[in-house]
């Protein structure tokens, strides 16, 4: 089927009345997911993943570590990361067909149902924890916040892309050292870290170690994927729809009120800078998002 090009939505009226959208943000993220635009990207994102990791496994100078008690022999990469030997030497790309019966096997899964949790654990792939609160509040999520964890979540099954290469990939649009933290979100941090650990002895990292560790996670390629998906969430786009600078700009000044939960969209907005925001823009509009 031959797509038709998507004019770019530019009229401020249109992005106003498209924003804040209330209704269900999975069922959003999965129309986009049948876009045949939306998901030729996705593959072609995959299947780029996939020659990357077939030149690593070819180009890559390892070193031999050790021999497993059971004759398997254990390399290390330029970085100090172990690989068996068999992994370099049989490791075949997977075809773009297979790629996408892939996808469409966690699209199906996704769609059919969503593991609840009656707890306060957070929010993850594996399941929706009901009574979780949102470390800025104090409070429990409303329906509608549950719909934006939600999706984020099932955003990261349908997109599992590796560490790797999707932090390269996206964090060209980014500048992180731009982000600055209030206290609020030092002690909402902190307060997460702390409800993740399982016992009270467990060491929790000083302020410049959160900051570290949490600038680390949020600026991963998959966090960075879902939060761009939340964008688009955001504006109810249900297609191949233009993201433009205009909705970047609408977003940055009303998502988190409109929302009434931030988790990062705020340090994503202060990375994207006038430098990087050309090449936002293109990333979230070319990478199946």
Do not use: C
């Not at 999965?30 to 994102?45: A, E, T, V």
């Not at 769609?111 to 979780?132: V, Y």
């Not at 302020?207 to 600038?215: D, F, G, H, M």
Request: proline residues 4%.
């Amino acid at each position: 089927m031959k797509s038709q090009e998507v004019p770019e939505i530019d009229s401020k009226k249109t992005i106003e009345q498209s924003a804040n959208f209330e209704g269900n943000w999975s069922l959003v993220l999965f129309d986009r997911m049948h876009n045949p635009i939306i998901r030729q990207q996705l593959i072609d994102l995959f299947y780029a993943e996939q020659l990357a990791k077939k030149e690593y496994f070819s180009t890559e100078p390892f070193t031999f570590a050790l021999t497993m008690v059971d004759g398997n022999k254990v390399y290390k990469d330029s970085k100090g990361s172990q690989v068996l030997e068999r992994e370099i030497k049989s490791f075949v790309p997977k075809s773009k067909e297979l790629i996408e019966r892939e996808l469409d096997e966690r699209l199906a899964k996704v769609m059919s149902h969503t593991d609840i949790e009656f707890s306060d654990k957070q929010p993850s792939e594996e399941s929706i924890g009901m009574f979780w609160l949102d470390p800025y509040t104090g409070k429990q999520l409303t329906t509608r916040q549950k719909s934006v964890a939600e999706a984020h979540e099932k955003g990261h099954v349908l997109r599992p892309l590796p560490h790797y290469f999707s932090e390269k990939y996206f964090v060209q649009a980014f500048d992180k050292s731009k982000v600055l933290f209030t206290e609020d979100d030092l002690r909402a941090i902190t307060a997460e870290r702390q409800s993740q650990h399982s016992h009270p002895e467990d060491k929790i990292p000083g302020p410049t170690q959160e900051k570290e560790v949490y600038l680390e996670y949020l600026f991963s390629g998959s966090e960075i994927a879902e939060r761009m998906s939340q964008l688009k969430n955001y504006f109810g786009m249900r297609g191949a729809e233009q993201f433009t600078r205009n909705h970047l700009k609408y977003a940055r000044l009303h998502y988190v009120t409109d929302v009434g939960f931030d988790n990062g969209i705020s340090h994503l907005f202060q990375a994207i800078t006038p430098e990087t925001e050309d090449k936002f823009l293109e990333l979230i509009n070319n990478s199946g998002i």
